[in-house]
């Protein structure tokens, strides 16, 4: 087995939790600095041998009941696969070993990592899960994102394709390295800060990708109608999931009193529905609509950002990929793209929330 897939699993945060004590609290009584201790439980960070026993020491314990080198027999699904055999990728979030059943990706054919077969995983020779950032997003272009963290970085990207609101849960679970969410204007500073304090339980960070344009994508023709003439007609409308920041366009557009018959899970589907007939109007990005041919009313511009836990910040992964997004040869690809903005792309925005 490769040393990179070896990794120092600890049980320090359930510990201080049950004893109710703070990241500071231990900190204080180990006599090691709270970002350390951050870095510890988050497994970004391997204690040295005097660390290591001081933490033993505040806790009353044995240095191996803190600590344990696990490898691939300790890697555990993300979520529980439907398929027999299943293809997986592989990930380490944290101090965490991730299995994550292979699933349709807007990155188009991501190679697997493994086959898992009657509950045997037998990996391939080029799995190296300390190697793979994954995000859950919904960005249509995020494809762009992924060629240049490549080409950029020694890592590869694997894209979850989930709405603003559950990106955030599997963020807050422990799944992801990043969550993509757009639940606000660009010139609402909080909207996005707010929507993340609501679901997440520690200090994170804002990073802004883009500024882009979401409104009604519409079949040719229709938008000669403008908006409050197309809300009061009977149209077909398709709608996205709840808990995206498309729905939640959709829904103040009509005054929350719309029940879609029709659902989808990303902007592009919306767009595919209107263009093969099945509907005429939905919400999705400018983007889309452009390369779909469909006509195109702007309703407003939303910031579009990274949201990363403030445990994580220093994983290399995670720095190589604030540093591909404040690129300048991403920001100007960006920047070329119908609906998106790419002025503030890189701002970073820092919330305590512990």
């Given at each position: 087995?490769?040393?990179?897939?070896?990794v120092?699993?600890?049980?320090?945060?359930?510990?201080?939790?049950?004893l109710?004590?703070?990241?500071?609290d231990?900190?204080?009584?180990?006599?090691?600095?709270?970002?350390?201790?951050?870095?510890?439980?988050?497994?970004?960070?391997?204690?040295?041998?005097?660390?290591?026993l001081?933490?033993?020491?505040?806790?009353?314990?044995?240095?191996?009941?803190?600590?344990?080198?696990?490898?691939?027999?300790?890697?555990e699904?993300a979520?529980?696969p439907?398929?027999?055999?299943?293809?997986?990728?592989?990930?380490?979030?944290?101090?965490?070993?991730?299995l994550?059943?292979?699933?349709?990706?807007?990155?188009?054919?991501?190679?697997?990592?493994?086959?898992?077969?009657?509950?045997?995983?037998?990996?391939?020779?080029?799995?190296?899960?300390?190697?793979?950032?994954?995000?859950?997003?919904?960005?249509?272009?995020?494809?762009?994102?992924?060629?240049?963290?490549?080409?950029?970085?020694?890592?590869?990207?694997?894209?979850?394709?989930?709405?603003?609101?559950?990106?955030?849960q599997?963020?807050?679970?422990g799944?992801?390295?990043?969550?993509?969410?757009?639940?606000?204007?660009?010139?609402?500073?909080?909207?996005?800060?707010?929507?993340a304090?609501?679901?997440?339980?520690?200090?994170?960070?804002?990073?802004?990708?883009?500024?882009?344009?979401?409104?009604?994508?519409?079949?040719?023709?229709?938008?000669?109608?403008?908006?409050g003439?197309?809300l009061?007609?009977?149209?077909?409308?398709i709608?996205r999931?709840?808990?995206?920041?498309?729905?939640?366009?959709?829904?103040?557009?009509?005054?929350?009193?719309?029940?879609?018959?029709?659902?989808v899970?990303?902007?592009?589907?919306?767009?595919?529905?209107?263009?093969?007939g099945?509907?005429?109007?939905?919400?999705?990005l400018?983007?889309?609509?452009?390369q779909?041919?469909?006509?195109?009313?702007s309703v407003?511009?939303?910031?579009y950002?990274?949201?990363?836990?403030?445990?994580?910040?220093?994983?290399?992964?995670?720095?190589?990929l604030?540093?591909?997004?404040r690129?300048?040869?991403?920001?100007?690809?960006?920047?070329?793209?119908?609906?998106?903005?790419?002025?503030?792309?890189?701002?970073?925005?820092?919330?305590?929330?512990?």
């Open positions: 087995m490769s040393k990179e897939n070896f120092l699993q600890n049980t320090i945060r359930s510990k201080r939790e049950s109710g004590w703070s990241q500071q231990l900190a204080d009584r180990a006599g090691l600095s709270r970002t350390g201790i951050s870095a510890i439980e988050a497994g970004r960070l391997i204690p040295s041998t005097a660390a290591a001081a933490l033993a020491a505040a806790f009353h314990c044995r240095v191996e009941d803190l600590f344990v080198l696990a490898g691939k027999d300790t890697a699904w979520w529980p439907t398929a027999n055999p299943v293809r997986y990728w592989r990930a380490m979030v944290g101090s965490r070993h991730l994550y059943p292979v699933e349709h990706s807007p990155l188009g054919m991501v190679p697997h990592d493994g086959v898992c077969r009657d509950g045997k995983c037998i990996d391939h020779p080029f799995a190296e899960p300390v190697r793979t950032l994954v995000i859950a997003c919904c960005d249509p272009a995020v494809g762009l994102l992924a060629t240049e963290y490549a080409r950029q970085t020694p890592f590869r990207l694997v894209v979850l394709q989930r709405s603003s609101r559950v990106a955030l599997l963020l807050e679970q799944l992801v390295h990043a969550a993509g969410i757009h639940l606000c204007k660009s010139d609402e500073e909080q909207g996005n800060r707010t929507a304090a609501e679901i997440l339980n520690s200090d994170f960070h804002l990073i802004r990708v883009a500024d882009w344009e979401e409104g009604l994508a519409l079949s040719p023709g229709l938008a000669l109608n403008g908006a003439a197309l009061r007609s009977d149209l077909r409308w709608a999931e709840e808990g995206s920041g498309a729905r939640q366009v959709l829904d103040e557009l009509h005054d929350h009193n719309f029940v879609p018959t029709h659902t899970n990303d902007h592009s589907s919306v767009a595919l529905a209107i263009r093969s099945f509907a005429q109007a939905g919400v999705s400018r983007l889309v609509c452009a779909e041919g469909l006509d195109f009313i407003r511009q939303e910031a950002e990274f949201c990363i836990l403030d445990s994580a910040i220093g994983d290399p992964r995670v720095t190589a604030i540093d591909v997004v690129s300048a040869q991403y920001r100007k690809i960006l920047s070329e793209l119908p609906g998106y903005q790419s002025e503030k792309t890189g701002e970073l925005d820092s919330v305590e929330n512990g």
